[in-house]
């Protein structure tokens, strides 16, 4: 009884990565993708967010400097 239980064990551990990938294409399946169009303008929004948020935090880190050079007399 206890051999048929380890021939059980090691055949699963033997097919797990074949199942993986099996689970994961059925899965991959079911996912709505987006059209080119959207996908292109929804990386432009992405960049436009970056660039802004980018000038936005170099902005308050300049000016953060400047507030503690002046209020530390660095």
Known sequence: MATKNK???AGK???AVQRFI???TGELRKVSWPSR???THLT????VTMVFMGAFLSIVSAL???LLNL???I
Not at 44 to 47: S, W
């Open 7 to 9: 021939k059980k064990k």
């Open 13 to 15: 551990k033997q097919n």
């Open 22 to 24: 099996r689970e994961t």
């Open 37 to 39: 169009q959207e996908a």
């Open 44 to 47: 432009g929004i992405v960049i």
């Open 64 to 66: 953060s400097s400047r």
């Open 71 to 73: 209020v530390f007399g």
